[in-house]
């Protein structure tokens, strides 16, 4: 079984202030023969080298993404750290980060698979992927490769990392202290786990009154809308008042219904010059689209039904959630108020760590009985360990 500990620092600390908090709470825990950590932070930690001074003193690897806000059992905070750590006799915990993407995708996913995965002497059952956020190159163009290279089999949990900057210069991915821009980090866990999984997305009865079909796209760019240019497609159907205008979408989902029956959610992240609109992950030129539009009161409604159940069927087990930070854009009065209705709602019947994603990558079952790991938005996910 994981035994699994949570902890945090805030911003108030200096980097040698942040160590000893840390260092103090991991002497006082008792670690079994496996062990790893999981980081997440704002993105000041790496900046101003607080996570690469906290790992460098860790006495086993870690793991882990920048964030906006994050919580444990403990506290909600907007600018801080959390430490959680993973530890078993009967589970082992293995890391790795791949090459830069710059370097190819096809050759950066390969060889994390080869370092990580395909090394290990026995499958693992699960992996828990830190993806790159990228605003041209959506998170599921590696997804899709580490599916294919693991063929279908092996359940997917996890994040990309996320900044408050609104051109995404400090979404972070985390490796033993380092930090990254453009290369996905993975955390493979075997041996005697059977992780389970939560996850909710938009509520049908959040749907505007508006539609169309998907009639040019590439990759994560969405071009055209009925021959329309995406951007100016919203804009005539007063979705957005003008170009350039897009980071007023705060609340706004893209929902694509594909003839095969599959449905996309995405969410926008920036115009180009020709009216085009990058998503958060691909959208094949193909399919009718729709929007959805949440607000505040749905956000910690359907947050604080999702904890419980997980709270309940945890048992007092440890568990890692991811929620959409188009979840926390909404919250403009309270900006802590779904990371908090979520630990109020837990409360001290699980060890748990939540941070927000840049999105959430979740396993789905498929027909076939085979895994895949899919790219969502707009959701709020929980694995439990």
Known sequence: ??????????????????????NYFVRAQPLYANTVGIIHCHADFVDDEHVQAICDVLPFETVGCSTTSLANDEVSLQYGLTLTILTSDDVQFHTGVSPSSAEGLDFAMGTLHNNVIASLPERPKLI?????????????????????????????????PISAETDYSRCYTIHNGRAYIDSAVLLAVSGNVTPRFITTVVASEEYLEVNGAVTAAEKNLLISIDNIPAEDFLVNNGLVFARGMLSTLSNLELIIDLPTG????????????????????HIPALGSIHFAKINAEFVVRTSREIAEAAANA??????????????????????????????????????????????????????????????????FIICLL
């Open 128 to 160: 828990i992927p830190f993806i790159p956020f990228l605003v041209t190159t959506g998170g599921d163009e590696f997804i899709s490769r580490l599916n294919a290279l693991t063929d279908y089999s092996i359940p997917f949990f996890g994040t990309l």
């Open 262 to 281: 599959e449905r996309l959610i995405r969410n926008c992240i920036a115009g180009n010059d020709s009216g085009g609109i990058y998503l958060t992950g």
């Open 314 to 379: 945890a048992n007092g087990g440890g568990m890692l959630m991811y929620s959409c930070t188009a979840r926390n854009w909404i919250l403009t009065e309270n900006p802590l108020e779904e990371l908090d209705a979520i630990r109020t709602t837990v409360g001290a019947r699980s060890p748990f760590s939540c941070s927000y994603s840049g999105g959430e990558i979740y396993p789905q079952q498929l027909p076939n009985g085979n895994i895949a790991a899919t790219l969502q938005n707009s959701s």
């Open 1 to 22: 079984m994981i035994h699994v500990y949570t902890t945090y620092v805030n911003d108030t600390l200096s980097p040698a202030e942040a160590i000893d908090e840390i």
